[in-house]
């Protein structure tokens, strides 16, 4: 076996790459990083049914977006290509042909009406190895005829295939619950079952690491593997990723995808970092990681067997830490996207926003929602300015705001500390508590109930004209 380790990345290019693709190529990523070694991504489209236009691009864009850099790939080279399987059909007619010759496979001749007789009474159908038992010259006029065929993997009728995997240990089937599958199609292309066993070997795989809906034709594989004579990769299943107790999450069911997740404003890191969670626990019991703290943790002991839930809740919690420890310039130009959904873009300063709002979202995709009262401000329940904890009302606000756009009309500035030391004298000329004045001037300015920030931050952002007006139309609404 290859000294240096080697991973790969396997994704079919069926449409967006779904959260738990992304966790195989993130453990594969880790694992390999981790021990020196190297990261392989090879696009599996042998399934031209399930192709979907654009797919191989968006798991480059996806990879290399989330940080899981590969060393070996099709857009990016290294010494084992193709890294595509459509282009390596040679390549697998020729192992097929080696197969047959050492007894792991057989040509099969029948037709689907043949195939079809073989059906039970529930449509399933067992192949019965008709083929492997046509005599050379019989296949051999098949060939020189023309007669369409397909490659069948010779199982043997009695026995059972073990291996033990990192994660799930030992793992013995039954070859009688196992049938002749399909290794090379009609149209000449191979199945997955073959190509990931020929490519695996060729690319050097030392670790093949993949979800555990594989775990139970590993020992297929692995007869593959015996017959060729060559080394069998250590197996590394992943457990599945569920959506609840019942359901998995799959991308077939519509479930998000990490291009989602960015597109809802989550911060990247913390979709990896979330992620690498989903399984997988490192001892220290860490959970916010950057990818190299991840690589120099990850350990395959950490791995757990059962399944684990997706919680989109614990993930908009990490992205909101990843957010708080964020600059102001980086967090305004990290989620410049979304500041331009809002009303308020090119209105404010955007810095002086980032400082109010890196502590109150979790995701960019709250900005605008946040932000959006600093341009909408219109009529509103008065009975806002009714609260009892800092008891105040509609009366007491009646009294605050003429008094307090008096003192906002008369500051020599108009920056926080200023409209603070003024607000405070404020407080005390009226001889109330500090929340009903602040109380009913944030109501008064924002005509809501909660804001971030509080009120002299949003009487800095608004600025003095627009601060004065808004108390203006407040007065008018209370009738003050
Ligand atoms: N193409 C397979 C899939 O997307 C890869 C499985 C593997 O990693 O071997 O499920």
């Given at each position: 076996m290859n000294d240096k380790v080697r991973t790969r990345f396997a994704p079919s290019p069926t449409g967006y790459l779904h959260i738990g693709g992304l966790r195989t190529a993130l453990y594969g990523y880790l694992f390999a990083k981790q021990h020196g070694g190297d990261f392989i991504l090879r696009i599996e489209d042998t399934d031209l049914q399930r192709y979907v236009e654009g797919s191989v691009q968006i798991i480059y864009d996806t990879l290399k977006d989330a940080g899981?850099?590969?060393?070996?790939?099709?857009?990016?080279?290294?010494?084992?290509?193709?890294?595509?399987?459509?282009?390596?059909r040679e390549i697998y007619k020729k192992y097929a042909e080696e197969l047959i010759r050492r007894g792991g496979a057989y040509y099969c001749f029948c037709d689907q009406a043949r195939i079809e007789s073989l059906k039970d009474g529930n449509g399933n159908c067992r192949y019965d190895k008709h083929c492997l038992r046509l005599t050379p010259e019989e296949i051999e006029k098949n060939l020189k005829s023309g007669v369409p065929y397909v490659v069948r993997q010779n199982i043997p009728e009695e026995g059972a295939g073990s291996y033990h995997d990192l994660v799930y240990g030992d793992i013995t089937v039954e070859y009688k619950d196992m049938e002749d599958g399909i290794l090379i199609k009609s149209d000449g292309m191979p199945t997955y079952n073959f190509a990931n066993v020929v490519d695996d070997h060729l690319m050097g795989i030392t670790h093949v690491i993949r979800g555990s809906e594989y775990l139970s034709s590993t020992p297929k594989y692995n007869l593959m593997y015996d017959a060729f004579g060559w080394e069998r990769p250590t197996y590394i299943h992943l457990p599945p990723i569920m959506k609840?107790?019942?359901?998995k999450l799959s991308k077939r069911n519509g479930d998000a995808s990490y291009a989602d997740f960015v597109e809802k404003g989550f911060v990247k890191e913390a979709i990896v970092n979330y992620i690498a969670l989903l399984g997988w626990s490192p001892k220290d019991n860490a959970e916010k990681m950057s990818l190299a703290e991840m690589t120099a943790r990850f350990s395959l002991d950490g791995i757990s067997k059962s399944p684990s839930i997706f919680d989109e809740t614990k993930m908009r919690w990490l992205s909101g830490e990843y957010i708080k420890e964020m600059s102001d310039e980086e967090f305004v130009s990290r989620g410049l996207e979304f500041f331009k959904k809002s009303k308020v873009y090119g209105k404010y300063d955007l810095k002086k926003i980032a400082a109010l709002l890196k502590t109150r979202v979790e995701t960019f995709g709250e900005i605008p929602e946040k932000i959006d009262f600093l341009e909408e401000f219109g009529a509103y329940d008065t009975a806002l300015y009714t609260h009892k904890k800092m008891k105040t009302d509609e009366n007491i606000a009646r009294i605050v705001l003429p008094a307090a756009r008096e003192t906002l009309a008369a500051l020599p500035a108009f920056d926080y500390q200023t409209l603070h030391d003024g607000l405070m004298a404020l407080v005390g000329r009226l001889g109330m508590k500090n929340g009903q004045v602040l109380w009913c001037v944030r109501v008064a300015l924002s005509g809501r109930e909660s804001t971030p920030g509080g009120v002299m931050e949003l009487a800095e952002l608004l600025g003095r004209e627009e601060s004065l007006k808004r108390l203006d139309y407040s007065m008018k609404l209370l009738g003050s």
């Open positions: 899981i850099l590969y060393d070996e790939g099709p857009d990016v080279g290294g010494n084992y290509g193709p890294y595509v399987q459509s282009e390596r609840d107790e019942r359901h």
